[in-house]
């Protein structure tokens, strides 16, 4: 049974850190922003993509007002958990982006790094550091995106574990009609990763009967092997582990 919170570390983990990385350095690269993604806390999950040169060389000599303004902004999301854009002290425009999991906020996406219409970075410094300029309109339309991609990974665990139970309770084995009540119980044990032997000790009969079972099961199924019988059943049948 899966739980109804998880810890920012925990969904980095469940979503996949290579994953999301990917994904980031994507986005900022086709958008021309800087991105990371950070936990509630301000400690960054990933690597920044497309880092803001003024960004990094400012940061190293004034680390305490970037960190002071970054935190203010994290608290003010935190409170509204909705996106928010805002410019910092060096006149760079960046958006914070809420990100869910089971409906709670679990991360929070920090993108931007861009000239603005409204901009007051000089001319120098943008051409120096190769600042991307973009209209704030545009930069809002790329924050309000990332939050309806981001919104595709906000599982609802409860709807998700009372939908999978309904089907179970209305499937009471997924193998009915297809196979014989042994050959239903040794599927059903494969779904759930035993291998042959553990099936085996688990039903009181020979390695060898089992062998048997699976040829027949994998016939009368029509399928090749016993990972295209997990790949195909597994998703429906009941896990005790």
Known sequence: MMRNTFSSQEWIKFIGKEKLQTFQDSFARVDNISL?????????????????????????????????????????????????????????????????????????AYGGGISTENSSVPEEIVKKYNIPLMSHRKLQRIGELLVQTMALVNFDIKALEKEASEHIVGTTNV???????????????????????????????????????????????????RMQLILEYCRIIPNDK
């Open 36 to 108: 990371c993604f950070f936990d509630l806390e301000g400690i960054p999950l990933t690597v920044w993509s497309n880092s803001c040169l003024l960004c990094h060389q400012i940061i190293q000599n004034n680390k305490k007002r970037c960190l002071e303004e970054k935190h203010k902004a994290i608290c003010f999301l935190k409170k509204t958990q909705e996106i928010k854009w805002f410019t910092c002290y060096l006149g760079l425009t960046y958006f914070m982006c809420p990100i869910y999991y089971n409906n709670k906020l679990v991360a929070i």
């Open 175 to 225: 193998f009915s009609g297809l196979l014989s009540k042994r050959e239903a119980e040794v599927a059903t044990f494969i779904c759930k990763g035993l291998s042959n032997k553990q099936i085996a000790d688990k039903l009181f009969i020979s390695e060898k009967t089992i062998k048997t079972h699976v040829s027949n099961i994998l016939s009368k199924l029509d399928i090749k092997d």
